[in-house]
């Protein structure tokens, strides 16, 4: 039998969205995030205003979402309980990043799966703002890839 329940917090897949506003990277986990769109490809993230990344987005209208794979969980974790006003998390955790080839963000390299995206719309239906970006590029380390370019998704231990 079915019983009334609250909802405390619902299972999500684990990603990190970086940016960069003024030469500043950060990073931030984010439990809020989906694909919405498959034509054109389109991602979702929830950022409350309070955190450091949400003006860095807002004003530059990109950001990368990085998924992470095991192994990454120290990496994670610190990312996830620190602010980028108080500690410059790259180099705190010597986090290893290029420059996006479309968008003026940093891609995370030892997460395996990166989407760069551009901002087309945003919501605030609540506590997160919901930022809307078009995926311009996708980026997958070459051992997930098919013969095809497809990402092989039960290849990669997620975290």
């Known amino acids: 039998m079915k019983k009334e329940a609250n909802i405390q917090r619902m299972p999500f897949i684990n990603t990190i969205v970086s940016c960069r506003k003024d030469g500043k990277?950060?990073?931030l986990a984010v439990g809020f995030a989906a694909n919405i769109s498959f034509e054109p490809w389109m991602f979702?993230?929830?950022?409350?205003?309070?955190?450091?990344?949400?003006?860095?987005?807002?004003?530059t209208g990109v950001f990368v979402v990085n998924i992470p794979a095991k192994g990454f969980e120290k990496e994670y974790g610190f990312i996830g309980t620190k602010s980028?006003?108080?500690?410059?998390?790259?180099?705190?955790?010597?986090?290893?990043?290029?420059?996006?080839?479309?968008?003026?963000?940093?891609i995370l390299t030892d997460?395996?799966?990166?989407f760069e995206c551009t901002v087309v719309?945003?919501?605030k239906p609540g506590s997160h703002?919901?930022?809307?970006?078009?995926?311009?590029?996708?980026?997958?380390?070459?051992?997930?890839?098919?013969?095809?370019g497809n990402v092989i998704w039960n290849k990669i231990e997620l975290l």
Request: charged letters at 40%.
């Open 25 to 27: 990277d950060n990073a």
């Open 111 to 114: 997460c395996p799966v990166n």
């Open 121 to 123: 719309d945003s919501i």
């Open 129 to 148: 703002e919901l930022f809307i970006g078009r995926v311009d590029k996708v980026h997958c380390d070459e051992e997930y890839l098919d013969d095809e």
């Open 84 to 106: 980028g006003r108080d500690v410059d998390k790259f180099k705190e955790l010597n986090l290893n990043s290029e420059d996006g080839d479309v968008v003026d963000a940093p």
């Open 44 to 59: 979702m993230v929830g950022i409350v205003p309070e955190r450091f990344s949400y003006d860095m987005i807002k004003d």
